[in-house]
């Protein structure tokens, strides 16, 4: 047994009982678990019957921005086709019909309720016919609805492109530094990078919208924990801001577990990079399911900032979220660059990164750095997660989503580099937005030329912008 | 939990699941696909995480021919009136799906990649792969590719050929006629694949793949073009999936762009991690013991949630297929930290090592 073993060895207890501690609360307060499936609070279910069918319905205007359509009738009509009841959308596009019994039901949506300029994406799709709802379930049913038609607001498209690119690429660019800086510290490709990003998001959302919409929330029947909505009855606790400290924090915590309890462990036993790559890989797809398994498929929203009016400029219209999104962001990165250049821990990042082997010889502890690149870059991954799911929606493969979009950045920087995976993911955050720009450019495709970028710039230049050429290998 | 009601599972049903898994259809798509892999990583350390972009190909090779491309040149309305079988346009349609669409793939993905370290390939490989399935679902190219609904109906012609009655049930009531059919043809294909990967394993070329995994730069030094043979690697590994993916698609008689997800991918992977990469009957043992792990869990929970041996409200019938997902994600993870030489794998010679 080595030094270094004995020593974890020794050391082990007390996070033991933390760690333990930390997934009992979490799988405790875990977000949509069968038996607490439909109290996320944003749905809008009766809470009398005990079996219903609801839906929100909502659409997208030419931004983006989500709106809610109110005033639209449904109808529920049962295996034999006679009518069990009927509900109208609310302000918030929410409606629920609750049923007799559990069955499969027909759900039909009136057309002529809808309003002018909005159509529904699958008319052949309406009625849904064969609703299975189980036994004390709600079963939510979705009508995606076209675009509406253009407004006719005089923003010029290449200039909102590029505010929409700039603040995806600086979402990007803030998930993607901790991977580069992993790769570059660890040598690791770590295809999990994109379930820290999910991690946070859903951390925030538990935390805004299922305790902060909850009445009561008791710890193992022993005190309020939290009541109505909030933390101790401490005001603000139930704001996605909170929620998005508590996100930033847990991820950084989550980071430090796993480099404590598997990256460092596989590095001890001198497991090969490769198979490195596969238990990333195997642990990917696992939290992927399993954050599948607790939250469902369906795409969520944060109540905090949900709709807002956009804000118009001369050449483009941006919602406040969006604004705030992309200042917060410019402000974190310039921290995060000012940290790398000025304090010593940051510097001992970039010197371990360049270099281990003469980073450890001159006497930094190298495995104190990695710890603090693994936190720090899962707490950034985290804060991405958060403002991605700000502006689009939070859902269980978001962060698996944006991991090829993060791949593509960090390889156009240069692997391994902290300023080239800023600058590369910029790049391909406005590349993404930027190339609809012609009218014949499908919207569907717009990854897709992010990643044949990613082919060709190994074609031309595979060391990145900002890389080194003995790199590659 | 009410373990009681154990009894009332039906054991024979989750027993002939388990066994069409360990032997059926679902095994012979990913053995083939496996072999493949193998080829890539197992002999010659290609780090390719594109696999389902060659099953892919496959699958859309034999569907484009039969379904786009036939009405075209054949029928009154076509450009062309050749009046070509069905018959001959599914013969044309197997040398397209497994010759002419993976050979182009692997020229594709090789080129910008294959001189690049082997963590770099696997992004790109993966990247490819997500071009490929998006492409597909696009609705721009909907009557070349069908979009998301995909491409259907190409099976008759092939079940025309079987042997058997349709509603009949071989083999001890595993399979109706058309699965049987289905299943004895798979299982020749596989072993012909079998037999040409050792061959080919044992060949001078065989031995120049194992020497690229083990030392590049050597080889390079003995005067080898490596990125030729990688290339063809890829080429003759990419033709395996392919054969997997046709295979698939006249099984289901349907090529859909969402069968071919990157998870499909790490299946495969899983599969051939689990068997030992390196080993000409790795890929085939590991991808029936995996299909017969993955159907004994999903038959054996499906049935506790029916019979109430577990509760619904621990874990509701959906949930079922995600337990299956997490299932392969920690058993990944887990062999690759613990025996990543697999079951069959040799520690020395092959243990998902650098290169």
């Not at chain 2, 395996?240 to 090529?255: D, H, K, T, V």
């Not at chain 2, 109430?308 to 887990?334: C, H, Y």
Request: aromatic fraction near 12%; hydrophobic fraction near 50%.
């Amino acid at each position: 047994m080595t030094a270094s073993e004995k020593k974890s060895v020794a050391g082990r207890s007390l996070p033991r009982v933390f760690v333990a501690a930390l997934i009992a609360v979490l799988s405790i307060c875990w977000p949509g678990s069968p038996a607490s499936a439909q109290d996320d609070g944003a749905e809008g279910v009766d809470g009398e019957a005990t079996e219903s069918i609801s839906g929100t319905l909502r659409t997208r205007d030419e931004a983006g921005e989500t709106i809610f359509v109110e005033g639209v009738t449904f109808f529920v009509f049962d295996a034999d086709g006679n009518e069990v009841g009927s509900a109208v959308t609310d302000a918030e596009g929410v409606w629920s019909i609750s049923l007799p019994s559990a069955g499969v039901y027909s759900v039909q949506l009136d057309e002529s309720t809808l309003a002018e300029g909005i159509s529904l994406r699958n008319p052949e799709n309406n009625p849904l016919n064969a609703v299975e709802v189980q036994p004390n379930t709600n079963k939510a049913t979705l009508f995606p609805l076209g675009e509406r038609a253009a407004s006719t607001s005089s923003t010029w498209k290449i200039a909102q492109l590029l505010v929409d690119g700039i603040k995806l690429g600086l979402i990007i660019a803030m998930c993607a530094i901790g991977l580069s800086l992993i790769f570059g510290t660890t040598g690791l490709t770590n295809f999990a990078h994109g379930e820290s990003v999910t991690f946070g998001a859903m951390i925030a959302f538990m935390f805004h919208m299922v305790y902060g919409a909850a009445a009561d929330f008791e710890f193992f029947g022993l005190f309020k924990l939290w009541s109505n909505g909030r933390l101790l009855g401490i005001p603000g606790t139930n704001s996605l801001v909170f929620a998005g400290i508590v996100a930033v924090i847990l991820s950084g915590v989550s980071g430090w577990l796993f480099n404590e309890y598997v990256w460092k462990r596989l590095r001890n036993r001198g497991a090969s990079l490769i198979s490195a790559l596969v238990v990333s890989i195997g642990l990917s797809i696992f939290f992927r399911y399993v954050f599948l398994f607790q939250f469902q498929g369906r795409a969520r929203f944060y109540r905090d900032f949900q709709i807002q009016s956009q804000v118009s400029f001369k050449y483009f219209a941006v919602a406040p979220k969006d604004l705030f999104i992309i200042f917060f962001s410019i402000a974190v990165l310039i921290g995060v660059g000012l940290a790398l250049q000025k304090t010593r821990a940051g510097k001992a990042m970039r010197a371990v990164a360049d270099n281990r082997d003469l980073a450890e010889s001159s006497g930094i502890d190298v495995e104190s750095v990695i710890k603090w690149v693994w936190i720090a870059g899962s707490a950034l991954a985290g804060l991405g997660g958060v403002l991605f799911g700000m502006t689009e929606n939070v859902n269980w493969e978001m962060g698996f989503r944006l991991l090829l979009l993060m791949f593509a950045g960090v390889t156009l920087g240069g692997l391994g580099t902290a300023y080239g995976a800023l600058f590369g993911s910029l790049i391909v955050g406005v590349f993404i937005q930027v190339i609809t720009w012609p009218a014949w450019f499908p919207a569907d495709m717009k990854n897709v030329g992010a990643l044949a970028a990613l082919v060709l710039i190994l074609l031309i230049r595979p060391q990145g912008l900002l890389g080194r050429r003995e790199r590659i290998g | 939990m009410d373990f009681g009601a154990l009894l009332d599972i039906s054991w024979g049903s989750v027993l002939d699941n388990t066994l069409r898994g360990l032997i059926g259809e679902q095994f012979i798509y990913f053995a083939l696909a496996a072999i493949g892999l193998n080829l890539h990583f197992g002999y010659t350390g290609l780090l390719n995480f594109g696999q389902a972009a060659f099953m892919a190909a496959g699958a859309y090779g034999l569907a484009i021919i039969t379904q786009t491309v036939s009405p075209l040149i054949n029928d009154d309305e076509g450009i062309f009136r050749l009046g070509i079988s069905d018959g001959w346009m599914f013969v044309i349609g197997v040398f397209f799906a497994v010759i002419v669409f993976p050979v182009v793939l692997a020229f594709l993905m090789g080129i910008p990649t294959l001189r690049l370290r082997a963590d770099y390939l696997a992004i790109v490989t993966i990247a490819v792969a997500e071009i490929i399935r998006i492409f597909l679902r696009s609705p721009r190219w909907d009557w070349l590719t069908g979009s998301s609904d995909g491409l259907g109906g190409f099976s008759g012609t092939f079940y025309d050929l079987s042997p058997f009655d349709p509603g009949g049930r071989y083999l001890f009531g595993l399979f109706i006629g058309n699965q049987m059919f289905l299943v004895i043809v798979g299982w020749v294909v596989l072993a012909i694949s079998v037999l040409l990967c050792w061959l080919i394993i044992r060949s001078p070329w065989g031995r120049v793949l194992k020497a690229i995994r083990e030392d590049e730069d050597a080889v390079r030094a003995l005067g080898k073009n490596a990125y030729s043979y990688k290339m063809q690697a890829l080429v003759l590994g990419g033709i395996f999936g392919a054969m997997g993916g046709m295979i698939r698609a006249i099984g289901f008689s349907l090529a859909q762009p969402d069968n071919f997800i990157t998870d499909v991918t790490f299946f495969v992977w899983v599969a051939l991690i689990l068997g030992g990469a390196g080993k000409v009957f790795a890929p085939v043992i590991g991808a029936s013991i995996l299909y017969g792990v993955l159907n004994f869990t999903d038959v054996f929970l499906r049935q506790s949630v029916a019979k109430g041996v577990v509760s619904e409200n621990i874990l509701s019938g959906t949930q079922v297929g995600q337990v299956r997902f997490m299932l392969i994600g920690l058993g990944l993870a887990l062999l690759a930290a613990f025996r990543p030489q697999g079951i069959f794998g040799n520690k020395e010679e092959m243990a998902l090592d650098d290169r």
